[in-house]
């Protein structure tokens, strides 16, 4: 049994800068507190997009739909029709499927970018159906009664997810992330499961053309409200397909500048001494630039040594629109130690890719805290 959605992976010789846990919270649970518009759990085969009173074609089945709900649900305000164009032009209709055991995994539709790759999966077959699963949830798990909600959707995962890029997109010695997120359940009964892939490499870009073999396996199934899992198939499904080349979309700049890193507190404490700890120390961490990406933002940081010593700046990012959409960052920065002449990076993934050109501003905030950076 296990409640998973996100997994990191350090090849043997990473470095420890690498080694960061994000293994134990679902965006649901990070973005709580933020969210301003119910959760959409139902991918429809058709949906009609209403902007600024003129309705638009129905959004085409696939990742497509998925990150224009993910849209409305993170800004609050309905997807813009150049928002569409931008995600179109990165995603991949792909529809290779691979069976075991009676269950077929569909890779449904890919979208990349600079440092991410989002994979919209479809799984359907041989499914133990509901009255089953919560059957073995409460004997497995020794649920009561009331702990498996009647609104509570089906969701799934598979325990091992494994990668591989032809030409390669990682380097030899990076380790990487994979987090998992339920995207619905069709008309059909088949389950819509969405994985995104990060790797620890600042050079990494999944734009060029490759070809892609996904190796799927253990199928594990659950209800969302209950946070366990049973085992369902062991796999493994294998996926090969091809992906184009995309060509970069824009991108946007900050120039040089500054933020406050925090000094960690010292915690090895002496028995018997006293436990008040004063507020960590802040102390300003200098910049060459924050590159701006469809698909997330990268700071490039101007002294290594800072960055071994100090946490990176605390809050959360954003980016402003003209509009006053606010589109959150991921608040689990990725940590790249690999690049050119020592220097080091953080980088943070969008949920939803952005077009930019109605980009404004981009926000850091703390508290009562806020920094803002003007794009260029």
């Keep these: 049994m296990n409640d998973l959605y996100r997994k990191t992976f350090d090849e043997i010789h990473a470095s420890a800068a690498l080694r960061q846990e994000v293994l134990n919270m679902t965006k649901q649970e990070r973005a709580a507190a933020k969210r301003q518009v119910p959760r959409m759990l139902l991918i429809a085969t058709i949906v009609v997009l209403v902007l600024a009173g003129t309705a638009l074609a129905a959004a085409a089945p696939g990742i497509r739909q998925w990150f224009s709900q993910q849209w409305t649900q993170e800004t609050g305000r309905p997807i813009r029709t150049d928002q569409l164009g931008l995600i179109d032009q990165l995603s991949d209709a792909v529809g290779i499927s691979a069976e075991f055991g009676g269950i077929t995994v569909t890779v449904d539709s890919v979208t990349r970018g600079e440092n991410v790759i989002w994979f919209l999966l479809e799984i359907d077959g041989d499914l133990p159906s509901r009255e089953e699963l919560e059957t073995s949830l409460r004997e497995t798990a020794e649920l009561s009664e009331n702990s498996l909600s009647a609104d509570s959707p089906v969701g799934c995962l598979f325990e091992n997810v494994e990668l591989a890029f032809d030409p390669a997109v990682l380097a030899p010695q990076s380790g990487y992330s994979y987090g998992m997120e339920q995207a619905g359940v069709r008309a ?3 389950i819509m499961l969405l994985i995104e892939y990060r790797p620890f490499d600042g050079k990494c870009s999944f734009l060029e053309a490759t070809a892609v073999t996904m190796e799927l396996s253990d199928l594990e199934m659950g209800i969302t409200s ?3 899992t049973v085992s369902v198939a062991e796999g493994p499904w294998k996926l090969t397909f091809a992906l184009p ?16 890193g925090v000094v960690p507190l010292n915690r090895n404490l002496s028995y018997g001494a006293s436990l008040a700890m004063d507020p960590p120390g802040r102390e300003t961490m200098a910049f060459q630039d924050i590159h701006v990406t469809p698909t997330g933002f ?3 940081w101007s002294d290594p040594e800072q960055t071994t010593r100090l946490f990176p ?8 629109m003209a ?15 690999s690049l050119p002449d020592g220097q080091k990076a953080t980088h943070y993934v969008w949920p939803v890719p952005v077009e930019l050109t109605q980009a404004a501003s981009l926000e ?3 508290k009562e805290e806020i920094q803002s950076f003007a794009l260029n």
Excluded at 313 to 320: F, N, Q, T
């Design 188 to 190: 059909d009964g088949s």
């Design 226 to 228: 209950c946070g366990s």
């Design 245 to 260: 080349a995309i060509d970069p979309p824009p991108s946007l700049t900050t120039g040089s500048g500054q933020a406050p």
């Design 298 to 300: 990268t700071i490039f």
């Design 313 to 320: 700046p605390p809050g959360l990012w954003y980016l402003v």
């Design 323 to 337: 509009d006053g959409s606010e589109l959150r960052a991921d608040p689990h920065g990725s940590v790249y130690d």
């Design 364 to 366: 850091r905030r703390y």
